[in-house]
């Protein structure tokens, strides 16, 4: 996508037929002033060796859980890694990770430069301002169905929502990536999403 910028694609182990997004979600990995940061990541099958071998010839030094149901597999990472990792005060009950991350919150600024967000919905969600490649990332506020990049509908979303994410757009991105559907948008797609009717389950 960008230097020092890439995703990979993994079915999610709890998706169902009932779900309301595709079985395939995104995972990131970026590096940034001499850090490297794998963002809400799934971890791929053992023999997946394109995928390991890049994770493990540059080693995350950091693993980042955006929000509170997309802990996937920060444990294995930091297991594996001996990484740092940050995440949200709160959790599932059930969905709560081993490791005790340390806390991710608007305004913090992560190893590597990367900012954290504020996207209108409180604490349920920290998108992350990559600096270095002029990207957002995003665990659920955005979205992708038929096409186009879509606000994740919520309570609060003209009050709170689109202000918070309208905000962003102070900031110089260029791409956006978010989890569910299509991974990859530009900054006019972000922009057209901001005036689109949000996505409901």
Known sequence: MAPGLWIWRLEHPSWGPTSSWDPSVTSTCVESRGEVLVLDALAPPEDAQEVWGRLDANAPSVAVVLKPDHVRDVDLFVGRYSCR?????????????????????????????????????????????????????????????????????????????????????????????????????????????????????
């Open 85 to 201: 990792a940050f995440g949200p005060w709160l959790f599932f009950r059930g969905d709560a990770p081993e490791t005790e991350l340390e806390d991710l919150e608007p305004g913090v600024e992560l190893p590597g430069g990367l900012l954290a967000l504020y996207d209108g919905r409180y604490r349920m969600e920290t998108p992350l301002w990559l600096p270095e490649q002029r990207a957002l990332v995003f665990a659920d506020a955005l979205t992708e169905r038929d096409g186009r990049l879509l606000v994740w509908g919520s309570r609060g979303h003209e009050n709170r929502v689109l202000p918070a994410l309208r905000k962003m757009l102070e900031l110089p991105f260029e791409h956006v990536i978010v989890s569910h559907g299509e991974p990859v948008h530009d900054r006019s797609a972000f922009e057209r999403a901001l005036d689109l009717p949000p996505f409901r389950e």
